[in-house]
């Protein structure tokens, strides 16, 4: 009896290891910029819309540097990506600010805010006009609003431009898994 129970499980654990190997050889994970892929040359052979505002300009310069690697737009695109681009300064600013170190309650000190920065895209194929991807995402940049007009005014401005990275790495990153498919 033993010799066949030591004959059957030996039967069932290669049977098991063909079927592990059968289900890690359907596994469909790889890299999204690997060389395999070939989506880096697909990022690259991406064309931008021209923007109409400085902020989108900001959001456009951050994905062409970031689809081509800092080699600038391609001269013969195969795909276009057309986006609109919003921001928003809002200021947080707390009546009866309280700080432990002051005794009155008037704080004329930074006040907390914050940069939304919403961002619509359309990825498009040259070649035939197909749309292949068309999404809205939003980043989120805090600031600090000091009391002096023009360095609010620069606060504001260094939240969008970090803002505007980050929502064109969110894209980059969209149109890099659209186009790795």
Not at 78 to 103: C, G, I
Not at 109 to 125: A, C, D
Not at 146 to 157: C, H, L, M, V
Not at 158 to 180: F, P, Q, V, Y
Request: hydrophobic content about 40%; glycine content about 8%; charged content about 20%.
């Amino acid at each position: 009896m033993s010799d066949a129970f030591s004959r059957w499980s030996r039967t069932a654990a290669a049977l098991s290891v063909v079927l592990v190997a059968g289900v890690l050889a359907g596994c469909q994970a790889r890299p999204l910029y690997g060389g395999a892929s070939g989506t880096k040359e697909r990022l690259a052979a991406v064309s931008f819309a021209p923007a109409h505002d400085r902020i989108s300009q900001e959001v456009r310069n951050n994905l062409i540097f970031l689809a081509s690697g800092g080699a600038g737009e391609p001269a013969t695109a195969q795909y276009n990506l057309k986006m609109t681009v919003s921001s928003s300064a809002t200021s947080t600013e707390v009546e009866n600010y309280d700080l432990t170190s002051r005794t009155n309650n008037n704080y004329d000190g930074p006040y907390p805010g914050r940069v939304v920065m919403n961002g619509q895209y359309v990825l498009t194929r040259v070649s035939d006009g197909q749309i292949l991807r068309s999404a809205r995402r939003s980043v989120t940049a805090q600031v600090d609003l000091p009391q002096q007009e023009f360095a609010k005014i620069r606060a504001i401005r260094d939240a969008e431009n970090r803002a505007a990275r980050e929502l064109a790495e969110i894209i980059r990153t969209d149109i890099a898994a659209t186009l790795g498919r």
